[in-house]
T-cell receptor, first 106, second 112 residues
Framework: EIVMTQSPATLSVSPGERATLSCRASQSISSNVAWYQQRPGQAPRLLIYDASTRATGIPARFSGSGSGTEFTLTISSLQSEDFAIYYCQQYRNWLSFGGGTKVEIK | EMQMVESGGGLVQPGGSLRLSCVASGFTFTNYWMSWVRQAPGKGLEWVGNIKEDGSETFYVDSVKGRFTISRDNAKNSLFLQMNSLRAEDTAVYYC?????RGQGTLVTVSS
């Protein structure tokens, strides 16, 4: 089983600032990582797949990077609608998910 | 574009059964292992189980083994989850996924 660990659990950021979220895999997963945004009461929204490819309709302020075991989601300038929970997920070996990072208003 | 539409959720009593369905489109269904993923209220995402491309193998998380069964109909690009002996802790939104989640999910509530 591949364990995905996200940090920090909570990130306090002011609107307009940059947010950097981290995700670590327990073993190498190449670039088989996706990132999701989840707002209260909504389904997870796919942001990034293959570690760095933005899904259709996702704004350019969202970017993903990394390979192997270390991955990063960067939101370049936080907008009000970006305050939410973010999950990483690997699909190298079945599926497994990180515990999430809550991005809250500072 | 890859899409999944889940259905079949609802309110069921403890010990009851429910069958979920997922119709996939926008990709070659027969090329992918397919999974079910769930999210309990206020919790994170949990992989439930998966099924091989031809339906010949299935795997499950320990908490549902012997109670849940995954199947597929490749002619109809459809995935199913038969849930028996349901417990309160099975209450969750259930999503189907190939490599990623693309649907809105279906809510299963187990309560008397």
């Amino acid at each position: 089983e591949i364990v995905m660990t996200q940090s920090p659990a909570t990130l306090s950021v002011s609107p307009g600032e940059r947010a950097t979220l981290s995700c670590r895999a327990s073993q190498s997963i190449s670039s088989n990582v996706a990132w999701y945004q989840q707002r209260p009461g909504q389904a997870p929204r796919l942001l990034i797949y293959d570690a760095s490819t933005r899904a259709t309709g996702i704004p350019a302020r969202f970017s993903g990077s990394g390979s192997g075991t270390e991955f990063t989601l960067t939101i370049s300038s936080l907008q009000s609608e970006d305050f939410a929970i973010y999950y990483c997920q690997q699909y190298r070996n079945w599926l497994s998910f990180g515990g999430g990072t809550k991005v809250e208003i500072k | 574009e890859m899409q999944m539409v889940e259905s079949g959720g609802g309110l069921v009593q403890p010990g009851g059964s429910l069958r979920l369905s997922c119709v996939a489109s926008g990709f070659t269904f027969t090329n992918y292992w397919m999974s079910w993923v769930r999210q309990a209220p206020g919790k994170g995402l949990e992989w439930v189980g998966n099924i091989k491309e031809d339906g010949s193998e299935t795997f499950y998380v320990d908490s549902v083994k012997g109670r849940f069964t995954i199947s597929r109909d490749n002619a109809k690009n459809s995935l199913f989850l038969q849930m028996n002996s349901l417990r309160a802790e099975d209450t969750a939104v259930y999503y189907c996924a190939s490599t990623v989640i693309r649907g809105q999910g279906t809510l299963v509530t187990v309560s008397s």
